[in-house]
């Protein structure tokens, strides 16, 4: 069984490809081990600075401008920001 196997099982829905990346952004900047999509960034400790820091490791992971600071302020939950990264590359 794999782990999207045992998550979906479990009733938690597996993540994309960029809320995955994003989640790993996030265990990064807040020395987590666990992140869902419905996690919001300020929730979990984010401040003007780490959400610097995370644009700055958004644009490197995905492009330039993919994630605007706006996007951030206005809905700070992954899925939220995952799918304004997927619309932005689209």
């Known amino acids: 069984m794999t782990s999207q196997d045992s998550q979906a ?5 597996s993540m994309t490809a ?3 990346a994003i989640a790993e952004i996030w265990r990064g900047l807040f020395g987590i081990g666990e992140v869902a ?6 929730e979990l ?4 600075l780490t959400a610097i ?12 401008d993919v994630l605007l600071p ?8 992954l899925s939220s920001l995952a799918k304004a ?3 932005a590359m689209a």
């Open 9 to 13: 099982a479990l009733g938690t829905p």
């Open 18 to 20: 960029t809320e995955e």
């Open 37 to 42: 999509v419905e996690d919001d960034f300020f």
């Open 45 to 48: 400790g984010g401040n003007s």
């Open 53 to 64: 820091k995370f644009l700055s490791r958004v644009e490197e992971r995905f492009a330039v």
């Open 70 to 77: 706006e996007t951030l302020y206005e809905d700070a939950r």
């Open 85 to 87: 990264v997927d619309e």
